[in-house]
């Protein structure tokens, strides 16, 4: 793991406590429905690619840095795996600081390219050690999934490539060169990234990227799509009886060209130099007030510095997310509406609302900014989407919500009788200080009977826009034909409310 900035961690409830302390909306999985079963990841064989690549360090001045012989070695080493197992493989090179650096790219045959799951992690060691657990553990369990892929000739709908990384050390050379070197299309194509950086700390923490960025600070969330990559990750924690925390995309990884194309990432990561907490340690075990890898960018990373048990979980929360991501059968689309185009929403259709600015439209959204970002001058996607009154205006309380309650309401959604159905949308609710609970954002499904599946209410801090998805079970309203209506409200007198919604969608 690149050591050019330093780790933060945030204690946080997985996103289904998150979101669900938010009212009563009810999370589905976001993934789709149906996947070939994971396997079980063998121990022993990552190990044994752990061991290859200490005697390859050992061999090579004890390291597997970018440009000396024991990362070649490596990177020929995981290709020769590959090779043998079925794989189209391509060595990518490039240069950095003079040397040549090395890309391993394996493609499985098979899927559609045009819904492409990359699964990464970066093969070289710094030059003080010969990196086993930074980063010999992410790269041993992603190449044993690769190849247990083969053994079981999977079939997935995704095409599924697997990626080993050069000269991550020195700033993520070798990702960003293979990002930037895309043509516009291929970087297009990759609509997931999966990256498994030191998963085998000695102290180790179960941490999982923050897609959505639900405990609301640190580096914000990843593209869209980022979420349904964590959540994955967590229902195979949560199926073991393992809690997860939240890690930030803080760029130290090679998820961060990924992100930065706006290609969707995901990962686990088990704690670098930062020092394990008491509550964590209470949560995972292992010794509070210790680096969770005491041994980070040292010459005694070697193959006594990792922990069997989080090593193992790891590598089949590997193959969990690449057997479920790649292998499932997308949901249907019911129903979707990104707002590019007018399809009958009506604002005010009860002729009950109260309030005077700041009324729901769909339209271009203007970014205002008051103590931080209020209302989104970006959609999630396209130019448009519903905004409590899309104008800046020349102060931070122009054409906020004033005065009440604005509301829209959907045209007629007519369900189909088969379910299981799942509505999913994007918002934001954005307030200063002086907003409280009486402010909210709402939305409700209107049938044979209403359910409210989101309520966000205000609170007298200031909190700041940030685009978060939520989604809902309809099976309840199946054969039915229902509309979604939203309310937004600034009810505690003179303040600042501001709030969105993007990409509502039904599927089945």
């Known amino acids: 793991m690149l050591l050019s900035r330093r780790t933060t961690w945030k204690t946080r409830s997985p996103l289904i406590a998150a979101i669900a302390a938010l009212s009563l909306i009810t999370v589905m999985p976001a993934g789709p429905a149906r996947a070939a079963a ?140 293979y990002v930037n070197n895309l043509p516009a299309a291929e970087r297009a194509r990759i609509k997931g990234y999966l990256n498994f950086d030191m998963v085998g700390s000695p102290n180790a923490g179960y941490f999982v990227y923050d897609g959505d960025n639900s405990d609301g600070t640190g580096a914000g969330p990843g593209p869209a799509g980022s979420a349904a990559l964590e959540r994955t990750l967590q229902d195979y924690f949560t199926s073991i009886g393992v809690q997860t925390r939240g890690t930030d995309f803080d760029g130290r990884s090679d998820y961060g060209p990924f992100i930065a194309a706006g290609i969707p990432a995901g990962g686990t990561f088990t704690g670098a130099e930062g020092i394990k907490t008491s509550a964590q340690a209470a949560l995972w075990g292992g010794t509070a007030g210790q680096a969770f890898d005491v041994c980070y960018h040292r010459s005694c990373d070697t193959t006594a510095n990792i922990n069997d048990t989080a090593l193992n979980r790891n590598a089949d929360a590997i193959a969990y997310a690449v057997w479920t991501v790649a292998t499932a059968v997308p949901p249907v689309v019911v129903w979707q509406d990104t707002f590019e185009t007018a399809t009958g929403w009506t604002a005010n259709p009860n002729g009950t609302d109260t309030a005077a600015t700041g009324l729901w439209e769909r339209g271009d959204p203007q970014a205002t900014t008051s103590s931080g970002a209020k209302q989104l001058g970006t959609t999630v996607s396209g130019t448009n989407d519903l905004v409590t009154g899309r104008l800046a205006g020349s102060s931070a309380g122009d054409h906020d919500i004033d005065g009440g309650v604005t509301s829209i309401q959907s045209p007629p959604i007519t369900l189909p009788s088969a379910g299981p159905l799942n509505l999913s949308l994007s918002y934001y609710l954005a307030h200063g200080s002086n907003s409280s609970s009486a402010d909210y954002l709402r939305v409700r499904v209107v049938g044979s009977t209403t359910t409210t599946v989101l309520d966000q209410p205000g609170a007298a801090t200031n909190r700041n826009g940030a685009w978060t998805t939520a989604s809902a079970s309809l099976n309840a309203y199946a054969g039915q034909t229902v509309r979604i209506l939203i309310d937004a409200a600034d009810a505690s007198g003179a303040s600042l409310v501001e709030a969105g919604v993007d990409d509502v969608t039904i599927t089945r």
């Open 38 to 177: 994971p396997p079980d990841i063998s121990l022993t064989n990552v190990k044994a690619h752990l061991s290859q690549l200490q005697s390859i360090a050992t061999a090579n001045g004890g390291n597997r840095a970018h440009g000396r012989p024991g990362y070649l070695a490596s990177a020929n080493y995981v290709r020769s795996q590959l090779d043998a197992a079925g794989y189209t493989t391509t060595l990518q090179s490039f240069t950095y600081n003079g040397a040549t650096g090395y890309n391993v790219i394996a493609d499985w045959p098979g899927g559609d390219p045009d819904d492409v799951l990359m699964v990464g992690a970066h093969l070289d060691s710094v030059t003080a050690g010969p990196g086993i657990n930074d980063n010999g553990s992410g790269s041993a369990a992603v190449l044993e999934t690769a190849l247990e892929v083969s053994r079981q000739s999977l079939q997935p709908g995704k095409h599924l490539r697997f990626a080993w990384w050069g000269a991550e050390e020195l700033g993520l050379r070798g990702s960003r060169f």
